[in-house]
């Protein structure tokens, strides 16, 4: 679960990280009273997408006027699709050294890695690997002071600025682990006359861990459907095309997207029902299928503890309850195949040993 | 020959007593896994398709000699579990359980790699020593002895592939499921390795996808250290950036793990790689 | 450093570990004032030797005159030669069963170990072996919740005891941790009606981490030589004999009292000045043994670091300063020992070389 | 021969440019003990009798190969030092300050253990293989080459013990001093199984103290497994129980740890137990 940036600010002054002086805001005359108050500022868009600032979701302004007019703009603005219902208005500070600094999992050493850079306030991935230093962190010891005087030796640090950071990472580790984070970057993380401060934040929380964290609000990117989909635990992704797509397992599921692609068609979806469903869960997941209004449905069936007479019986229950009048491609065997196949065929339907003739059918159905 | 398991290897099922657990507890007897002994707290003294059930793992293994163990239990329950196991002294750990939350995940590799243990996922069907013994939740009829080794971070599509390859007349010595989570205890190099050194594996089938770099590293180990011929197939070349495409760790982020990248790795190392699963079967056959 | 209960209890506060009400008194009038308020109560000298119980120091009253005068009586007692300056008024809590915990430290495993009992409330030597469950905690995972179901299994404990004791446990460790102690015992730990009750605390936190717990008051058992001897930064216990003892390392210096015993003395302290003492430092301490106004003085140096010459400067410095009148048996051999000889033989003063005719030449002395 | 360390035994000095640590780096260097660099945050590029100082035990290894390292500094500094080692590589570490927290000795020990690293102390001499090498701050002239192994929980008693030896024209293997506090990294059951390994080792002195149960636990290793003579002496016997004797291991607590358990425990496992420091040397002659 990603953060907006104000709600990673309050979780860094949480812990005790710096961050400037800010009021949330919801509309351009809020934006116009912060600035009053804090003299110059910075207005941020509290977007999730990346890149806001390219993108013109950030803007300076030095008196009320200026924030109003700045703010409004912003409000008008679409972020890939999302507009910003809340801005950030910040103190401007006086940023001596723009630095990066981020905690996040390293799946190939199975363990957090620090990151940190001299070469703040750019994009990550353009950041030349040499000047990126990555420090994987022993979980069994954790963030010990060493590990820091090693990073900042490492990036040509020393003297006070190292003082900074042996001060400032023991807070944003502690932060990482307690609340069970993916990610928590700061870029830039600021360096100023009064020390390290967070200038930005950008915090994602593991979603499996999310219910050892009832104090943390809720945030989705997701569409309606996608969120229906949540709630049916069902794994869901919206896309462009039109041929509906559902499958049992993660991989299966990409790999028939995959295969559709490659003989032309576009899916609509990708749409894991998981392995070893009820029929009242495949049923849930057919409707909600038939209810993104695709030119086909495309059903790959590879039974091992999903079972394919539960299958075929959900999908008859839907037919039968709800009607289904677009095409087909319906592909089904592994366990209980044989039950399914004859439950389906009672109702006229076909169906496929293959994946690979299921998936061709489907797209000559879509064309 | 297999790795990681064989005909002989002792088996504590944890959360044995749950829908999953005694499903599978049967499943693994029929394909001839010695299981013996279960653990679910507070139902010590039960029996579960004929195998006496514990308190603790302690307790189990004051009862029986075990090796490994296969845990079936709710995310947050797991950790706990795995812990324990590992502080029994087990040695091969296989955790089925999907949405262990990352930093649970981190601390059990930790302590395995202490405790030099095998962890086999979280979120993994398991692996199978084709015709020998299972630890995990595969069906069991794909699963014949041959000569093809299997290293898999998806379930469904790796049975779609080894139901080809038998189809094809192509049976598996080990069968190993990564797990489809961002931490894993397994990575592709771990048991390519074991294959290479395995005298009855002949080639190696690599079954990957998009999100993190195991396909990469694995590309490189191929290249500097297998004699084996191995084929790959990867999903998610139509995913879009940005998008958890139902695995944990399916998801391509700040430009990292694209499908373009590992195929670009494992072409560089040599390893063929299908452009479609069904095509894979008759790479195989090419180099046995 | 050894806390009383009632510091022990307030530490268990703070970490939500229940404890009885109670209130702390300085004088009976006070004892009555708390019975009133809290119905039947234990009164309890707050000292730190143990077994303080066995020798009437804690009391039971069933209203506030019964209250005074039992918190008279026991503010007029002395243990083992301390008296109680204030005492624990604590409701009486109901107990079904009287348990016993603790976390301490296990040099052998050289980690901290849990040590359950289902015997509590009676001497931690007396209770059998076998009653008392060991459990070493690896210090790269902490104390797990499988630990602590173990450990009830192990005592023969489940059901709704066992889950008091998963929610007990990690409290009482993360406080174990936390503030650096050696010892985290409660004895009798009890099961009451509502849960688990700490009916008793004793905590002892590591001297060497107390630098780090300036929170923390400081209490002293020491004599108000032994903590001057402390300023000084000596190891000096005071011992019931005439034959003062001054020696550099705590081997020696424990070796040259059993020797003087062996040969029928008597020593009057343990005084190790330590390893490379200066001038000032070793007259001081020199200083501390003849204030304490022992019969004989007994000096035995194997200079490694320590130096002879430094050692004979200071002794001739004090001769010189305050006199020393009592008679000396002086063992000086190592580093400089031909240059310590020499400046005290200016001063007439005779060396041994070694340790055995030392000792027996103060014994001989202080006969 | 020798335990632990030899000749070739290559050895940084953390705290090198401290008052301590530069002295004993003298010594050491006159002992012949191979020192090939000290570790200073803040003083890199420096030298201290001769030896090139590094910021970090990082820096050093980059710049040069070693073993083994020994650490002075105040004990509030000592775990961050002692694990940066660890994680370094360096197998061995001699722990010099006194007063290191408990906790924080017992989060050395863990990691040591995970990286299957000997810490010799805290609070301890050192060890000294006589002739060729030694890490830790006994006196140089004491130690010459012989066939006695010592282990020791003090330090000057020690040497008294060892001068002895000396003037009686014994020499000694390697003499290893365990450290004072309660929680150390070797204990005498690990000293003990060297020597009886090492060829020229061929009787055993062990000098322990009041409190713990190291000599117990010694006692029964030596019975079940030590085919070389072993002599003790034991410090304390004439301690009152509950005070802490000096050093911080050296307490009776609990009724636990005193001379007479010691005693007791040693004698039945055919350990003699010399009556004062002064007849050890004779105890040895008897057996040699």
Known sequence: MKLYEYLGKELFNRYDIPVPRS?????AGQAGEAAA???????????LTGKRGKAGGIAFASNPEEAKKEASRIFDMSFSGFAAEKLLVEEKIE?????????????????????ASLSGGMDVEEVPEERMI????????????YMIREICRLMGVSGDLQKEFLKFMPKLDRMFKELDAELAEINPLALTPNGLVAADAKVTIDDDALYRHQELPRISEKTALERKAEELDLAYVELEGDIAVMANGAGITMATLDMVQHYGGEPANFLDFGGGADVEKTSQSLELLLGTDPRVLLINIFGGITRCDVVAEAFVRVKQSQGIELPVSFRLIGTNEEEGRAILEKEGIKTFNSMDEAVRHAVELSA | M?????????????????????FHTGQMLNYGTKIVGGVSPGKGGQEVEGVPVYNSTFEALENQEAEASILFMPAPFAKDAAMEALDAGLKLLVLIPESIPLHDAMEIMAYAKQKSAVIVGPNTFGLVSSGSSKIGIMPNRYFIPGPVGVV?????????IVGHLTDSGIGTTTVVGLGGDRVVGLHFIDVLKKFEEDHDTRAVIMVGEIGGSAEEEAAAHVAAHMSKPVIAYLAGKSAPPGKRMGHA?????????????????LNGAGVKVADLPTRISSLVQSVL
Chains 1, 3 share one sequence.
């Open chain 1, 23 to 27: 009021r949330l805001v919801e509309n």
């Open chain 2, 152 to 160: 898999s971070r998806s379930g469904t599509l790796c049975y779609e």
């Open chain 1, 37 to 47: 108050e804090l003299g110059d500022v910075v207005i941020k868009s509290q977007v």
């Open chain 2, 2 to 22: 297999s790795i990681y398991i064989d005909e002989n290897t002792r088996v504590l099922v944890q959360g044995i007593t749950g829908k999953q657990g005694s």
């Open chain 1, 95 to 115: 940023i001596e050294q723009e630095l990066y600094l981020a905690f996040t999992i390293d799946g190939s050493a199975r363990c957090p890695v620090v990151l």
């Open chain 1, 134 to 145: 990555r420090w994987p962190v022993d979980v069994s010891i954790g963030l010990q002071p």
């Open chain 2, 249 to 265: 760790g399916a998801i391509i982020e700040r430009g990292r793990g694209t499908f373009e990248s590992k195929v670009e790795a």
